[in-house]
Nanobody, 122 residues
Framework: QVQLVESGGGLVQAGGSLRLSCAASGSIFSIQAMGWYRQAPGKQRELVATITSGGSTNYADSVKGRFTISRDNAKNTVYLQMNSLKPEDIAVYYC????????????????WGQGTQVTVSS
C-alpha cells in the first residue's frame, strides 16, 4: 500500500504564508514527478506546481513568483511554500505522486493525497 499524507493547511490572512507538506509512505521503490493541485468550490481541480525527481519545476501562471515547490527525495516528501496568499487561492490542495512500488517490475502509478484546506481571509 502507498499513502500520501498532506499537512500544513489552515487559515491565513491575505498576504500571509503557509507551507504545505506531503509525505509518501508504504511500499515505494521510486517516485518520479510529484505535484500540487487545488480545487476551489464549484471549480475543477487545477495544477498548481509540479517537480520532477531531478528537480525541474513547473508552475501555474497564477502562482508564479508567489509559490515554490520543492522535494526531499530521501524523505519521499514534497513541499509547497505559499507566500503572498490571496483570497483566490482558497481551495483544497491535493498532492500527487507517480510511484513505482517494485524494482523487479517497475510500473508507475499515480497516487493522490486526501487534501488539505487552505483558506485566506481578506
Amino acid at each position: 500500500q502507498v499513502q500520501l499524507v498532506e499537512s500544513g493547511g489552515g487559515l491565513v490572512q491575505a498576504g500571509g504564508s503557509l507551507r504545505l507538506s506531503c509525505a509518501a509512505s508504504g511500499s515505494i521503490f521510486s517516485i518520479q514527478a510529484m505535484g500540487w493541485y487545488r480545487q476551489a468550490p464549484g471549480k475543477q481541480r487545477e495544477l498548481v506546481a509540479t517537480i520532477t525527481s531531478g528537480g525541474s519545476t513547473n508552475y501555474a501562471d497564477s502562482v508564479k513568483g508567489r509559490f515554490t515547490i520543492s522535494r526531499d527525495n530521501a524523505k519521499n516528501t514534497v513541499y509547497l511554500q505559499m507566500n503572498s496568499l490571496k483570497p483566490e487561492d482558497i481551495a483544497v490542495y491535493y498532492c500527487k505522486a507517480d510511484i513505482c512500488r517494485s524494482e523487479r517490475i517497475c510500473i508507475y502509478y499515480t497516487y493522490w493525497g486526501q487534501g488539505t484546506q487552505v483558506t485566506v481571509s481578506s
